[in-house]
């Protein structure tokens, strides 16, 4: 980490930068879903700036009254806390202004630089500008080129100018160098906060304690022990009211590159050196150059895509994915993904990684499960005992974040009988851990000028590397059995026959 802000004496955990936070994009979805909420909690955990000052920048015309009324009242349905408490809401709601501009409008970043002046003047920030990026992608690029146009992005002296770049980085390999090539020319890598929200996920951020804080794990984990990992994003969701943007993405597109690839590398890294955010980055980015892109020829061996039909989640109904609104009747976008992938180093070499995510799925679950090499036979070949079930690691990370350990016990009796037994550890019971949206720990580190749980731009190109050919035969070939899977369910067939072949079989999650 940069510092010591995160020390467990939560005397000396340090407060945000003072700074002025602006937000393109202020009246999206993502802005009022996830971050007020997390800006919310992050000034009950007193860990936003003391001077702290927010605009919101987007095209619909208001005022800035209006705006704060509009986010006041969204942040009593959004917020992760029961209650909204009034004292230290309106704390941060009497810094917060708006602003109406078209983001390709050179005028409306000037009148933005005079409003950012003016504020440093009000209330005493010293000219630390965080610029949140929560729009399409296809203003990232824009966005940042008007930024420095209106001088917004050189950093004075002792004074910082950051900006988070939210996903999708790009749409393939090709586009995301572009897009790193062109914000490149506008601002140093140290002032870009790639975000993958994942990481900010406290079982994601506890992967590594765990690992590297406890003796007895590191030892057994690599090829000698490790049989397979298996990476699961299931959502019960569809694709709601976002089809515009997801039927030209795709399933691989919006999880694997990104979110999947992050939780791969957390559990296949080596320990990094120190928690110095390139000492971690450098070891993630590693592992991720290491991943084994699978030729195009072995892509229908190696790779499943599914896409659902009707069927019923949760007890409701759920519409085929081609009648969802804003969704091409003929779609050949997969709402499903399935992979296996491969490391190339000693730790890992020949260790299947099977990563797997969709939507409208039977149970909204991510977790990463590692399953150890069964243990010989040997003692048990003259008991009643038929077979083993080797050990399960289990990381889950949402909707419960905790970690739960399989073993096999003797079952109480005369006779010799095994049965299975979980040892589990859930957050919530340990820690009395309070709801969070994920981007408090991001907002606040980038605050800090912490980059550790940032996308590097070559980490980004590596994520995007290591999938590109499954990205092109899919992109080439259209799915001849699309909708394969029925809403509600655990994915395609095909998707079992993946592991099958390797004597495998994907988790049953309950
Ligand atoms: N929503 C989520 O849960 C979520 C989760 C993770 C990541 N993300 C990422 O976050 C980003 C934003 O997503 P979102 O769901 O919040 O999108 P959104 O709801 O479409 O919000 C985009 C905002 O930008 C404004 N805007 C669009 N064009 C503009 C222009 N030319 N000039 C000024 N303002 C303009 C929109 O205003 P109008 O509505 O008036 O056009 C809207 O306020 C995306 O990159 C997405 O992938 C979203």
Known sequence: MADSKKSASAAHVRRGDDCVMVIFGATGDLTKRLLMPAIYNLAKAKLLPEKFALIGFSNIEESSDSYRDEITSELSQYATAKVVDPKIWDRVAKNIQYTSGDFKDPAAFIHLKEMLAEIDKQIGTPGNYLFYLATSPVFFGEIVKQLANAGLTTEPEHRWRRVIIEKPFGRDLESAKALNREIGTHLEESQIFRIDHYLGKETVQNLMVFRFGNGIFEPIWNRRYVEFVQVTAA??????????????????????????????????????????????????????????????????????????????????????????????????????AAVRLFIDNWRWADVPFYLRTG????????????????????????????????????????????????????????????????????????????????????????????????????????????????????????????????????????????????????????
């Open 235 to 336: 959502e019960t969701v569809g694709v709601e009211l976002r089809g515009g943007y997801y039927d030209t993405a795709g399933a691989l597109r919006d999880m694997v590159p990104n979110h999947m690839l992050t939780l791969l590398s957390m559990t296949a890294m080596e320990p990094p050196t120190s928690f110095d955010s390139e000492a971690v980055r450098d070891e993630k980015a590693k592992v991720m150059h290491a991943i084994r892109p699978p030729k195009k020829e072995d892509v229908a061996r190696d790779a499943v895509r599914g896409q659902y039909g009707a069927g019923t989640v949760a007890g409701k109904p759920r519409a085929a994915y081609r009648s969802e609104p804003n969704v091409d009747p003929k779609s050949n976008t997969e709402t499903y």
């Open 359 to 510: 939507k409208s799925m039977a149970k909204r679950v991510t977790e990463i499960a590692i399953q150890f090499r069964r243990p010989p036979f040997l003692m048990f070949r003259d008991t009643s005992v038929e077979s083993m079930v080797p050990n399960l690691l289990v990381i889950h990370i949402e909707p419960d974040q905790g970690i739960s350990l399989r073993f096999s016990a003797k079952i109480p009796g005369p006779v010799v009988s095994l049965g299975n037994v979980d040892m589990n550890f859930k957050y919530s019971e340990y820690f009395h851990a309070t709801a969070a949206t994920g981007y408090e720990t991001l907002l606040w580190d980038c605050m800090l000028g912490d980059t550790t749980l940032f996308q590097r731009a070559d980490m980004v190109d590596a994520g995007w590397r290591a999938i590109e050919p499954v990205l092109d035969v899919w992109g080439e070939q259209k799915a001849a059995d699309f909708p394969n899977y029925v809403a509600g369910s655990w994915g395609p067939a095909a998707a079992d026959e993946l592991l099958h072949r390797d004597g495998h079989a994907w988790r049953k999650i309950e």
